[in-house]
């Protein structure tokens, strides 16, 4: 398999910025996706980097290092609706997507 | 246009039980993906599929677990002799093209919650 880690809970204010981490370890690494998961949801797609830097997308913006095998997910102006789990998934090769566990977000008023 | 669906949403199975779940892509997509989601983990690939042809089943836990996809559009995830560690959420995503690259993501179904007593 491959070692996908993201923080397993997090909290944070309606209005703040919160930023949340993925590393990975990975052969043919060929471009890292950020999810949104509502409970008992499909996922949709946030986010997609495969070069270095900074993707920003409205509220969302995604970071990758691939020297480092790390991403970010930034979201900034938290609404309630945010409150979801966050999944970092790296994509092997072509077709070959592997998730991370995902990181519950919990906004708070 | 529709997404991607899938049926029965909620499936409880007496153990020994065999269960076929459906997925019905979106309409011209290449690449159809199976995966299992455990309660409080991410999705974990099971199998892929380019139009009929099954080109990765690797993810597949055991020869309990079989999928086809022959016309390549709907395709089948049959799980035969259920075991109560089958219990998870079945997730169907397709995309547009293969082999994947740049933005092409998957877009996933809402699930098929399979419940082994």
């Known amino acids: 398999g491959q070692n996908i880690d993201q923080p397993t809970e997090m909290t944070a204010t309606e209005g703040a910025i919160v930023q949340i981490n993925c590393t990975y370890q990975?052969?043919?690494?060929?471009?890292l996706f950020w999810y949104q998961q509502h409970a008992g949801e499909a996922p949709t797609f946030l986010s997609y980097?495969?070069?270095?830097g900074l993707e920003e997308k409205g509220r969302f913006s995604s970071f990758l290092s691939r020297s480092k095998g790390y991403s970010y997910l930034l979201l900034k102006e938290l609404q309630m609706k945010d409150s979801a789990s966050y999944l970092c998934?790296?994509?092997?090769?072509?077709?070959?997507?592997?998730f991370g566990s995902g990181t519950k977000l919990n906004v708070k008023p | 246009g529709a997404g991607v669906s899938q049926s029965p949403r909620y499936k409880v199975a007496k153990r020994g039980q065999d269960v076929a779940l459906r997925c019905d892509p979106i309409?011209?997509?290449?690449?159809l993906f199976w995966y299992q989601q455990a309660l409080g983990q991410g999705p974990e690939f099971l199998t892929y599929?380019?139009?009929?042809?099954?080109?990765?089943k690797s993810g597949l836990p055991s020869d309990r677990f079989f999928a086809e996809r022959p016309e390549g559009s709907v395709s089948t995830l049959k799980i035969q002799r259920t075991q109560q560690e089958d219990s998870a959420v079945y997730l169907c995503?397709?995309?547009?093209?293969?082999?994947?690259?740049?933005?092409?993501?998957?877009?996933f179904g809402p699930g098929t919650r399979l419940l082994v007593l």
């Open positions: 995503a397709s995309s547009l093209r293969f082999p994947a690259g740049g933005q092409e993501t998957q877009y």
């Open positions: 990975t052969s043919g690494f060929n471009g």
């Open positions: 980097n495969v070069l270095d």
């Open positions: 998934a790296v994509r092997r090769d072509f077709n070959k997507f592997y």
């Open positions: 309409s011209g997509h290449v690449s």
């Open positions: 599929f380019q139009n009929e042809a099954q080109l990765d």
